[in-house]
């Protein structure tokens, strides 16, 4: 069979990864290959019945966790924001759930994201900024880079005044393996605009976000 050759481009990605780079798709068969190679180095029997099906549930797996290679945030923000008629103060979005995976171990950690800016050009549909924050959890990502991939991209598609995000969540890489550190929490914000140069926003949008919920 010809290998597929394919383009992929790691949107917002900083650094390197930014430039396009070429991949030889690996075919179905090469992907659940290398799932029965690590079941052998996690020291178990692929051929054992219950884990017959496994490599082919994991390949199938892999293509849900990271569907966000797939999608171009800025496409998502792009075509909905709509005129907003006087309104001038902050939007916050608060408690967007996500799922993700540490690039260091592929494993996961989960949380919360919030987001809060003042528009300027106008709003987007309260969806797509979960929507964003989907696509960039659902690739192998620090919480660092992460948080600021979502700010650079609404800052970049909607131009708003100011633009807070804050992101917590709990690393099972930390919580699994040696330091166990369970129920902790990593928080990381981004503060641009009028949030970076008033302290007193900052404080706004972090009391907002820790208000008791309706
Ligand atoms: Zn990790």
Redesign the pocket.
Known sequence: MMPVVKTLSVEGAIGPSADKFLVRQPTQEEAEAAVRTLLLWAGDDPSREGLADTPRRVAKAYKEFYKGYAEEPRRILDRVFEEVEGYRDMVLVRDIPFYSH?E??M?PFVGKAHIGYYPSKGVVGLSKLARIVDVYARRLQTQETMTAQIADVIEEVLEPRGIAILVEAE?M?MSMRGIQKQGSSTMTSQYRGVFRDDTAEQVRFFTMVKSPGM
Do not use: F, G, N
């Open positions: 540490c260091h171990h494993v690393h890489c």
